[in-house]
């Protein structure tokens, strides 16, 4: 059974720091292309970031570009996002996604002072 366990997230203030992970179990995230996506109060899914199994090869929301990055361990089988120099408007339901769009529990990110 595929199952996905964000974590990490938290309050921050403007202009710090968070890494958050996401546990997986029943497949391998060094086997397919894993997203970290995001839901603000009140909006829809909005994509922040891709990593591909080559490479591995990653790609990233332009609102987040510089600020965030995507890696994993694949040893740990775990996806991470580690986000810097945050911003109000990146408070949001964090969620790691696989291809079939299964997403975990999520972790909540709140930036403000």
């Known amino acids: 059974e595929v199952q996905l366990m964000e974590s990490g997230g938290g309050l921050v203030q403007p202009g710090g720091s968070l890494r958050l992970s996401c546990a997986a179990s029943?497949?391998?995230?060094?086997?397919?292309?894993m997203k970290w996506v995001r839901q603000a109060p009140g909006k829809g899914l909005e994509w922040v970031s891709t990593?591909?199994?080559?490479?591995?090869?990653?790609g990233y929301a332009p609102s987040v570009k510089g600020r965030f990055t995507i890696s994993r361990d694949d040893v740990e089988n775990t996806l991470y996002l580690q986000m810097n120099s945050l911003k109000p408007e990146d408070t949001a339901m964090y969620y790691c996604?696989?291809?079939?769009?299964?997403r975990g529990q999520g972790t909540q990110v709140t930036v403000s002072s």
């Open positions: 996604q696989t291809p079939a769009g299964t």
């Open positions: 990593i591909n199994p080559s490479g591995p090869y990653t």
């Open positions: 029943g497949f391998s995230v060094s086997a397919v292309t």
